[in-house]
């Protein structure tokens, strides 16, 4: 079984960047892709972003795509969400999840751990 905490989140002003942090413990992180989805209040979890097992694929949701970048480092068992340009349609609780198997997944039914969340809040 992985552990997954989230960390990063926070209070920032549009137009502002944050970086998200998912530090994993358990299972060997290599093994599998990763994924950050959303969740604002009042609307279902959306998917945001993937990246397989070993790094060099990704998949974005249009919502974010050229502005967010996902991005992991195997020897820290770590994985990152960087979102530059944030909007207050940005504001959600973001939560990392590791997926059952090594290629980017989309679907939240395809991750079978989740994080606590982090919360973004984006101020106009």
């Known amino acids: 079984q992985v552990q997954l905490v989230e960390s990063g989140g926070g209070l920032v002003q549009a137009g502002g960047s944050l970086r998200l942090t998912c530090a994993a413990s358990g299972r060997t992180f290599s093994n599998y ?32 795509q050229g502005r967010c970048t996902i991005s992991r480092d195997n020897a820290k068992n770590t994985n990152y969400l960087q979102i530059n ?15 059952t198997v090594r290629d980017v997944m989309v679907e939240d039914t395809d991750y079978y751990t989740w994080g606590q969340g982090t919360l973004v809040t984006v101020s106009s």
């Open 85 to 99: 340009n944030l909007t207050p349609e940005d504001t959600a609780v973001y939560y990392c999840a590791a997926a």
């Open 33 to 64: 892709a990763m994924g950050w989805f959303r969740q604002a209040p009042g609307k279902e979890r959306e998917f945001v972003a993937s990246v397989s097992a070993s790094g060099l694929t990704s998949s974005y949701a249009h919502s974010v």
